[in-house]
């Protein structure tokens, strides 16, 4: 028994141990995961610290997360301040000096991606909820993702030279299924370009400007802070003039407001997943937005087909 | 990095607060006051929303001024309102209604400010896994000094917790010492909840308490069994949030009331109500 225990063990370890040693990667998000898995093969090993179905913007730490980070050759963050709520002192504690921000092995992947609402000039309170660095959920973009891919490949390119031409392929790999991805989502939605839209905060610009969607109206501009009974009516008398056939929530989100204004209007609520893993069919980042644009379209097909 | 290290200042974390706290607790409870300290949390943390208002980062100096300013306000609520023999409104209806109030008051302010909403829940979550050596060193030297202000008065705080009417009978201020029991409790609370955050706050504060009071009514040794019992409790709860990679502070509690039920399971098994004097 022992024997085939042991035995047993040498072969995993072989199995486990490739000629060349792998890249520790952490990520905020399992978006960056997913991508950094595509660009990086079997010479990376990812983890992410928000699961998908987690609000990325409070990530309860576990004793793991800080291991992870102190053996971490690269972290990959959201940046804008997504992270700003358990990120820094996680990063402290694991005095990974590599991962500081700053440091070779510190990707703000927001970098070089199209950033919506980066706020000119000084930010008053009639602006409402503002991001001071602009919208952190950019990577709702496909060509974002683009982006990240290529700086992921080039950083890890820097970190581990000997993986060069391994990157550099897989990126391509990455980048035409990305591109054959796009021409699918583009004629789902292209038919509804300009079509308006409701949702439930302000999480969805990038991928709404990508795909030519307008967002008429927030539900809840505050998550947490309940709206105004005066913000409600104004929304349910838009929502009916405009004849706005969806509102769209992240799925940590509660659902009270958004559904009672649904029912008030006729439109549906899409639970829209904002992040790779929010549901097991969106298991990595092209097929994140195969859900979102397949969910979109069925439910803007349904209502136009209804509608005068 | 070693698994001891990453754990370390979260256990020495659980040692700094409960020392201040199970001490705090045997009064609160024996006041009968035991929702005070999510009661000041919450004040303090409208604090923070109001500096926030004012334009003031609830991590800059101001912002702990705010926080603090409002705590001491509450307390000094605390300490006018104390049972009102005539109405017999008991004191646990004030702490509440501050308690609610404050709360939808947060909300309020906070609908009214820019960005900065995710910072209300950061306030009274806390992380005791992510604390700093130099935030423990801190509060450990704050609630050094606490400790001391209690040491010197303690006869007039312990009079009053254990026996009011007595205290009032020797023509104490009550109210006056109330202030600075609330007063010193708002400062520990204030500088307790953003390392460990309120529910553990709050069980640090009660558990060992209850736990103690359950085999002593000597301060003495109510102190050596709350602080043994959070000691322990605190050691074996941070090492099963490792062991099963589990949120620690909420680890922490439910290892803290599992403490509880084991330690009132032993009080029955060695004789009921014997209680030593």
Redesign the interface.
């Known amino acids: 028994m022992k024997r085939i225990a042991v035995g047993l063990a040498t072969l995993l370890t072989l199995a486990a141990s490739p000629a060349f040693a792998t890249m520790k990667v952490v990520t905020s998000l399992q978006d960056f995961s997913s991508i950094a898995e595509a660009v990086g093969g079997p010479r990376v090993e990812v983890f992410a610290l928000a699961k998908g179905y987690q609000d990325p913007?409070?990530v309860?730490?576990?004793?793991?997360?800080?291991?992870k980070l102190?053996?971490a050759d690269l972290l990959i963050v959201a940046g804008l301040e997504l992270e700003?709520?358990?990120l820094p002192?996680?990063i402290?504690?694991?005095?990974?000096e590599k991962i500081r921000p700053g440091g070779p092995g510190y990707l703000d992947a927001s970098a070089g991606c199209d950033i919506l609402e980066r706020p000119t000039g000084t930010?008053?309170?009639a602006?409402?909820?503002?991001?001071?660095f602009g919208n952190p959920h950019y990577w709702l973009d496909p060509d974002n993702g683009r982006v990240i891919a290529r700086a992921i490949a080039a950083r890890l390119t820097q970190l581990d030279p000997p993986g060069a031409s391994a990157y550099a392929a897989n990126l391509a790999a990455f980048e035409a299924k990305l591109t054959e991805g796009q021409k699918r989502w583009d004629a789902a939605l292209g038919p509804y370009a300009g079509a308006e839209v409701v949702t439930y905060h302000n999480s969805w610009p990038n991928f709404l400007k990508h795909f030519k969607l307008v967002a008429a109206g927030y539900v809840e501009p505050?998550?947490?802070?309940?709206p105004?009974p005066a913000h409600v009516v104004e929304l349910i008398n838009l929502m009916i003039e405009k004849k706005i056939p969806v509102i769209l929530i992240e799925p940590y989100f509660d659902q009270k407001t958004p559904k009672s204004v649904a029912e008030k209007t006729g439109a549906t609520l899409l639970t829209f997943i904002p992040s790779v893993g929010g549901v097991p069919e969106a298991k990595d980042y092209i097929s994140l937005f195969d859900y979102d644009v397949k969910l979109l379209a069925g439910a803007l097909a349904a209502k136009k087909g209804t509608r005068p | 990095m070693s698994v001891f290290q990453v754990l370390l200042p979260a256990f020495v974390a659980g040692l700094i607060v409960t020392g201040m706290l199970a001490y705090l607790g045997v009064h609160v409870v024996e006041r009968g006051v035991i929702f005070v300290d999510l009661s000041l949390a919450q004040i303090a943390a409208l604090g923070t929303t109001v500096g926030i208002l004012a334009g003031y980062d609830m991590h800059s100096e101001m912002g702990r001024v705010f926080s603090l300013g409002f705590a001491l306000i509450g307390a000094a609520v605390f300490a006018l309102s104390r049972v009102h023999r005539s109405t017999r409104i008991p004191q646990e209806a004030i702490i509440g209604i501050a308690y609610a109030v404050a709360a939808a008051a947060a909300i309020l302010a906070m609908s009214k400010a820019t960005g900065e909403t995710e910072h209300l829940k950061e306030m009274l979550v806390g992380n005791i896994l992510s604390v700093s050596w130099r935030e423990l060193a801190k509060t450990a030297g704050l609630f050094v000094l606490v400790g001391a202000f209690h040491f010197a008065l303690r006869k007039k705080f312990l009079l009053i917790s254990m026996d009011e009417p007595e205290a009032e009978r020797q023509g104490l201020s009550v109210r006056f010492w109330d202030f600075l029991f609330y007063g010193s409790f708002g400062v520990v609370v204030t500088s307790s909840v953003p390392i460990a955050g309120v529910l553990l706050v709050f069980s640090y504060l009660i558990v060992p308490a209850v736990s103690a009071m359950l085999f002593s009514q000597r301060l003495g040794v109510r102190l050596a069994i709350g602080w043994s019992m959070g000691a322990i409790t605190s050691a074996i709860g941070v090492y099963l949030s490792y062991l099963w990679d589990l949120p620690t502070g909420a680890t922490i509690v439910t290892t803290l009331g599992a403490g509880l039920v084991l330690l009132a399971c032993v009080r029955w098994a060695t004789g009921r109500g014997r209680v030593a004097a």
Do not use: A, C, W
């Open positions: 913007h409070f309860e730490p576990k004793p793991s997360f800080i291991l102190s053996k700003i709520g358990y002192p996680l402290d504690q694991s005095r990974n930010v008053t309170r602006m409402g909820d503002v991001h001071p505050k998550p947490g802070v309940p105004s």
